[in-house]
């Protein structure tokens, strides 16, 4: 079984890619630039066929680790192309431009029509809040875990006053920790849970923290009383769509500030062997919705990405198409084929150590 759900992880890999790669190839062709190859995945070729009319070449190649749109005369250091009038470089700089950004652009219209997609066929589930706060997590060790606080428990009580309350604004917070942090400095207090449908008092010793704050090891969150299934109108989702799009982008760069100011290490990122086996995970374990989250989550983080000034990635071309048009000049050839050789090898270089890395997390069990 867990066959079928690599092969699905791949096929997510594969879309992705294909409407990566798609993006730059309708571009071309509207803006009437020649596309020399289309490729899905690297290495030998499987599969391959040539357009008699545009001179291209569609290729389904072995690795379906990404893919390319490559263009005529791109790999040319020594100016020969010029005298090819397919060579990219002929076109203006706005025909180019629009080439190279709309693969990331196709991307983040990928994860926004899975994301409409999403809320038209599955609507939005609202839920019935209590004012008493309910344990979603127990931190392993902590003073609620030791106490035999369980995830579930409905928080009633504190040292027999009544826990109920919502935030009143102005920075409140819920009762439930207003009157944790009444009790708990430094000695036991008793808390009344509900659990299913009895009451129990559990005796727990709050941890301090550094600022003195009474701490038991738990997250929580408003008790759900019912939930409903409601299906919003087209431009409702569509706003739910862009909503969403946008929250994982905020989560994506966030992780690439993170990993820039060093807040996050080489060895907590994930190569394409890590993101297989993450996508095939979550998907065996909770399923579809799982699986579609993931694919808007990635295609968000694959067009992002791509826009990064890296050379080897969209970005770098496009910094230099705009350096370009400012200048009314390009770079000389030979520059900008080393350049991009440089990021190349860089990639190359990061993408072999990433896939070590993935499989040894894999084989250890990490």
Not at 59 to 82: K, M, V, W
Not at 117 to 143: C, H, K, R
Not at 154 to 161: F, K, Q, R, T
Not at 173 to 197: N, P
Request: proline content about 4%.
């Amino acid at each position: 079984m867990m066959l079928i759900y690599v092969l699905l992880a791949l096929l997510m890999l594969g879309i992705m890619v294909t409407v990566h790669e798609w993006g730059h190839f309708i571009a071309a062709r509207m803006t009437g630039i020649p596309v020399r190859e289309f490729a899905i995945g690297f290495g030998p070729k499987l599969l391959g066929w040539k357009s008699r009319r545009h001179e291209t070449t569609f290729a389904l190649r072995l690795i379906p680790a990404g893919g390319y749109c490559a263009f005529y005369g791109e790999d040319d250091p020594d100016d020969e192309a010029d005298n090819d009038p397919r060579a990219m470089r002929k076109y203006a700089v706005w025909r180019r431009l629009i080439t190279v950004l709309m693969g990331p652009v196709m991307n983040f219209v990928l994860a926004f029509v899975v994301s409409l997609g999403f809320y038209l066929i599955g609507g939005v589930t609202e839920a019935d809040l209590g004012e008493y706060m309910q344990v979603t997590n127990v931190v392993a060790g902590g003073a609620a875990d030791q106490g035999g606080i369980k995830a579930g428990d409905v928080l009633l009580a504190v040292n027999g006053e009544d826990a109920a309350g919502v935030p009143a604004g102005d920075g409140q917070d819920y009762r439930f920790r207003e009157l944790l942090l009444k009790h708990g400095a430094g000695s036991a207090v008793d808390i009344t849970v509900r659990r299913g449908e009895e009451q129990t008092v559990i005796s727990v010793t709050p941890q301090l923290s550094p600022e003195g704050r009474p701490l038991i090891g738990i997250e929580m969150g408003r008790e759900i009383l019912s939930t409903a299934t409601v299906h919003p109108g087209f431009f409702a989702c569509c706003g739910l769509a862009a909503q969403l799009c946008v929250r994982e982008g905020g989560l994506i760069l966030q992780s690439l500030k993170d990993l820039v100011t060093g807040g996050v290490g080489l060895d907590q990122m994930s190569g394409p062997v890590g993101v297989v086996s993450l996508v095939a995970q979550e998907t065996r374990e909770y399923g579809p919705t799982a699986y579609v989250t993931l694919l808007i989550f990635i295609s968000v983080n694959l067009g992002l990405v791509n826009l990064m000034p890296i050379p080897g990635l969209d970005g770098a071309m496009i910094i230099m198409l705009l350096v370009e048009g400012v200048r009314r000049k390009s770079l000389s050839r030979k520059t900008e084929t080393y350049i991009k050789l440089a990021g190349l090898i860089a990639l190359f270089a990061l993408f072999i150590y990433l896939t070590l890395h993935d499989i040894l997390n894999i084989f250890t069990g990490r």
